[in-house]
């Protein structure tokens, strides 16, 4: 079932999953039970309830799952929420949960979903779907599979380790915008620690609650920044590209032929390296190596020789216990 989701591109507005799940609202600080529904764009949107949404009332609210990450337990996600609230103390991050089959949204800039399903089935079909939607928004810049996507995580990449960052993980999974902010909330948010985190007042909870929705106005406001800008970009990107392409079009052939005379030089250099090595550290271990095979598939096809023999030996036995007018009847 889970894989289901990831196999065949939907339709945006198809609901790929839906149901009633408890969700805490941090404003009123309770658990309230709404109606989602996954689409086929791996948007999650919630209603009041399932007849406001057959009735085409507007969802509570929605949200694109790139970026989140999907926790199993309220351990993990104290824990998540601890390193993003360094310096907050607090307790637990939301009072007592309407049952026990919990599960988490995570995103560090983004809206929590703290989230409660009624069963456990009901929450590994919505854990299943939920991380694959995860996995398809977090991967649609690779998806695309073109050089300019290539070249844009490439860039990323060497500005963060110029600055002596290393292992991008989540940061560098979303659109082009998102990936963006991810690095700038990156650059900031030590900043907005030293400078903002100390004015905010109030009891543990509600410190953490405020500083959580700064960094998603921060976030929020920064994306906005982003996509207008990349945007407006757009036009003077692809006359760019038009001039490099007039650029390199006339040398291609020619680098072509140059690739494929260093590729075979390559080849030969190493070729007998290789072919020696295989003959001294590799051959030697094929007898064995065949051997260790060989046992697993020749176990199972004796297995398989004794069922059937076994099976057969059953059926002549019936056949021979049986008067011979029920065999008619049978046949």
């Known amino acids: 079932f889970p894989a289901l989701f990831l196999q065949v591109r939907r339709p945006p507005d198809t609901a790929l999953h839906e149901g009633s799940l408890s969700r805490y ?11 989602f529904i996954l689409l086929g764009d791996f948007t999650l949107r919630w209603f009041e309830s399932e007849e406001a949404l057959r009735k085409g009332c507007e969802p509570r609210g929605s949200t694109a799952l790139s970026g989140y990450l999907l926790l199993s337990s309220l351990g993990e996600y104290a824990e998540s929420l601890g390193d993003l609230c ?3 103390p607090g307790d637990s991050p939301f009072a007592d949960a309407p049952g026990e089959f919990l599960f988490f949204l995570y995103h560090p800039f983004r809206k929590h979903f703290c989230l409660c399903a009624g069963s456990a089935g009901s929450r590994g079909i919505w854990r299943a779907a ?7 928004r977090g991967t649609e810049l690779q998806l695309r599979d073109s050089l300019e996507a290539e070249a844009f995580l490439e860039a990323v990449r060497f500005y963060r380790q110029e600055r002596g ?5 989540d940061l560098l999974l979303g659109s082009e915008p998102e990936i963006l902010g991810n ?3 990156e650059d900031l948010l030590p900043v907005l620690r030293s400078r903002v985190l100390p004015s905010i007042r109030g009891a543990g909870r509600r410190r953490r609650q405020l500083w959580l929705q700064f960094l998603q106005e921060v976030y929020s406001l920064i994306l906005g920044e982003i996509s207008s800008g990349l945007a407006s970009f757009q036009p003077e990107k692809e006359k760019l590209r038009i001039e490099l392409e007039k650029k390199i079009r006339p040398d291609l052939d020619q680098m072509l032929t140059l690739k494929d005379q260093i590729a075979g030089k390559l080849q030969a250099a190493v070729r007998s390296a290789v072919e020696s090595c295989c003959r001294r550290e590799v051959e030697p271990h094929l007898e064995a190596v065949l051997e260790e095979l060989r046992r697993p598939l020749g176990s199972g096809v004796r297995a398989v020789r004794s069922l059937f023999l076994r099976k057969v030996d059953n059926m002549i036995a019936l056949v021979r216990s049986s008067p011979v007018a029920v065999l008619q009847k049978e046949v």
Do not use: F, P, T
Request: charged letters at 25%; one cysteine or more; glycine letters at 14%.
């Open 25 to 35: 609202d941090s404003d009123s600080c309770s658990w309230q039970e709404n109606y």
């Open 86 to 88: 360094q310096g907050i």
């Open 130 to 136: 939920l991380r694959d939607g995860i996995r398809y």
């Open 165 to 169: 960052r290393y292992g991008a993980g």
């Open 183 to 185: 690095v700038l909330m």
